[in-house]
């Protein structure tokens, strides 16, 4: 038995916990999900459309994924296939163990393409 700071800590045994619920407890305590969340669907971003070298920019708010596109012409491939676009990075994202939900679902809703 310690004390620290004027509180009584106290050892005791725990059941063994492995990585792959431990690191998303972690997340969740720390309270890192949603920018860990955000990560993942940016990553995905680029594994998905294969587009990562014709985007300048991207970042994601409110559900939304922004991003900007340096040529027209793959501006354009991306924004005829969004709909299939969404849901390939929410399947993506969906299967990552590091990803947590609320409501099971995935996080991106809305694509938009500059």
């Given at each position: 038995m310690g004390n620290y700071k004027g509180k009584s800590i106290s050892l005791e045994r725990k059941q063994a916990v492995s990585?792959?619920?431990?690191?998303?407890?972690?997340?969740?305590?720390?309270r890192w999900s949603a920018e860990m969340n955000e990560h993942l669907v940016l990553s995905a971003w680029?594994?998905?459309?294969?587009?990562?070298?014709y985007t300048l920019?991207?970042?994601m708010k409110n559900g939304v994924l922004y991003c900007g596109i340096s040529s027209s012409v793959v501006r354009n491939q991306l924004f005829f296939n969004k709909e299939a676009i969404i849901e390939a990075i929410n399947k993506e994202v969906l299967s990552d163990?590091?990803?947590s939900s609320k409501d099971g679902k995935g996080p991106l809703k809305t694509l938009i393409l500059r």
């Open positions: 990585l792959e619920d431990a690191i998303p407890q972690f997340l969740k305590s720390m680029d594994k998905v459309t294969g587009a990562g070298a920019s991207k970042y163990p590091l990803f």
